[in-house]
């Protein structure tokens, strides 16, 4: 369970490096994949910036907190995590449900639950000593 968790938590960490790397390096073939348009150069400082930093961010604490003895870093991404279903749920209740707010929505619960699984289960982990 402990080895399935950390492969599960380094797989998220992966995926959030790339998807901070798409943001950094291609911001513009990132805009439809998550449904963001930069109107202006300024805009594009925007996409590297804040979503390539939040990205590269929570890729580094997910794969810190994935080595043995670490898993207390973990508690970074799932704050991450639970501000964003926060902003996510207030879209929701304002701009009204859709299909790419469901997916969006359900990525991020399951990465909240498998981050907060592995900093609990991982915690306790008697070979991380």
């Known amino acids: 369970m402990e080895k399935g968790l950390r492969i599960a938590v380094v797989l998220i960490g992966v995926t959030m490096v790339l998807g901070a790397l798409g943001f950094i390096f291609s911001p513009d073939a990132m805009e439809a994949q998550f449904s963001v348009v930069a109107s202006r150069i300024d805009g594009m400082g925007t996409l590297r910036g804040d979503l390539g930093g939040l990205f590269l961010t929570l890729a580094i604490f997910t794969l810190y907190g994935s080595r043995p003895g670490k898993s207390a870093w973990l508690a970074v991404p799932v704050v991450f995590m639970l501000t964003v279903l926060l902003g996510r749920t207030v879209h929701i ?3 009204g449900l859709s299909e790419p707010a469901i997916r969006s929505t359900v990525v991020e619960i399951i990465s909240l639950a498998v981050l907060e699984s592995a ?11």
Do not use: E, M
């Open 119 to 129: 900093r609990r289960q991982l915690a306790t982990d008697k070979s991380a000593g």
């Open 93 to 95: 209740l304002i701009d």
